[in-house]
């Protein structure tokens, strides 16, 4: 089963520092709260399509679920895949837990500059196998509109650290 999440926003950033933040795995901290830390693996091609990372993520969605604070301490690994570069325009990767347990998501960011401005779109897909899906609609309640949620939180904060670093750069000059 495939589902499909998206958000936007305004930024008053320009694209190609938004750009930088979402190419290179080991700033997705900067902005994403469920990554602790990322580390490279493979470097990819002459363009970084194929690149790997590993990505040691907060496990705050099954908090958000279950409201149990030991889980905001749980750390899981997961491994993210450049899919798609476009400089200043597109950034696209995989993402799935390690162990691979069929579970996966694609990640696309596009951006449209606008001026000093830049919509930001934000679409992840997630493959979730039939029987993980309907085990977990039993466990954990409302998880569809709490993934909503996080991935709105995560796109305010992008917003929020590339307009501040665009305003020191601004006044800077």
Excluded at 106 to 121: I, N
Excluded at 128 to 157: C, H, W
């Amino acid at each position: 089963m495939i589902k499909t999440v998206s958000t936007e926003c305004t930024v008053e950033a320009p694209a190609d520092l938004i750009y930088a933040r979402l190419a290179a795995f080991d700033r997705h901290g900067e902005w994403d709260e469920t990554v602790s830390r990322a580390e490279p693996i493979t470097e990819g091609n002459t363009t970084g399509v194929g690149a790997e990372g590993k990505v040691y993520e907060h496990f705050s969605l099954l908090h958000a679920a279950t409201g149990d604070d030991r889980s905001k301490q749980a750390t899981g690994l997961s491994k993210r895949t450049l899919k798609e570069l476009v400089p200043n325009e597109r950034v696209s990767w995989t993402n799935h837990m390690m162990p691979n347990l069929g579970v996966s998501a694609t990640m696309t960011w596009t951006l449209h500059a606008e001026g000093r401005f830049t919509r930001a779109v934000a679409e992840v897909a997630l493959s979730v196998p039939t029987v993980v899906e309907k085990v977990g609609r039993v466990m954990f309640r409302n998880l569809d509109s709490k993934y909503e949620a996080q991935l709105n939180e995560a796109i305010e904060a992008l917003k929020a650290v590339s307009e501040a670093e665009f305003a020191k750069l601004v006044v800077a000059v």
